[in-house]
């Protein structure tokens, strides 16, 4: 029987099998895989959360939810929760640099070497926050905040 146009196993990235003759050796073929082809079952990870934990994470609605539950417009909104994202960052790259220079395991030139890895990134955290301060401002002065909405302003910028 000729075949047209099928793949050999080379180009098909399936290892080849060699050819079986004869009844007894297609019985070994099946018992092997038979035995390779049995799926096993892996027991995964398992989470379970008291009541009142479930309660409190229902009741927050994420770390932004007072932003957004604010009444303030939109795009002070999004620039509030700019400044928060950009804080946060700065507070964790200060923390790495507590743990890097808290390690005994680096050598000097490790730890200046990450220190000012560090210090470049909050160099750069630090103009992204100062502009996100200014183009809050300068919305706030575009949008003619009453004063309660100004005041709430101040009160979610303090908020970490």
Not at 6 to 15: E, H, Y
Not at 68 to 74: A, I, K, V
Not at 106 to 134: C, H, P, V, Y
């Amino acid at each position: 029987m000729t075949a047209i146009g099928t793949l050999s196993p080379g180009s098909s990235g399936i290892a080849a099998s060699p050819e079986v003759t004869g009844p007894d050796a297609a019985v070994g073929r099946e018992d092997t895989l038979s035995r390779t082809a049995t799926p096993t079952l892996v027991e995964g990870v398992k989470v379970s959360l008291s009541g009142a934990a479930i309660a409190k994470s229902a009741a927050v609605g994420g770390e932004n939810s007072d932003i957004d539950n604010s009444g303030l417009p939109e795009n002070i909104q999004q620039l509030l929760k700019m400044i928060r994202k950009i804080q946060k960052e700065i507070i964790e790259k200060k923390a790495r640099m507590a743990a890097v220079m808290s390690d005994r395991t680096l050598s000097n030139e490790e730890k200046i070497n990450k220190l000012a890895a560090l210090r470049g990134a909050i160099a750069a955290l630090n103009s992204g926050l100062i502009t996100a301060n200014l183009s809050l401002s300068k919305v706030m002065n575009q949008s003619a905040l009453n004063p309660d909405q100004n005041l709430k302003v101040g009160s979610l910028l303090t908020k970490p």
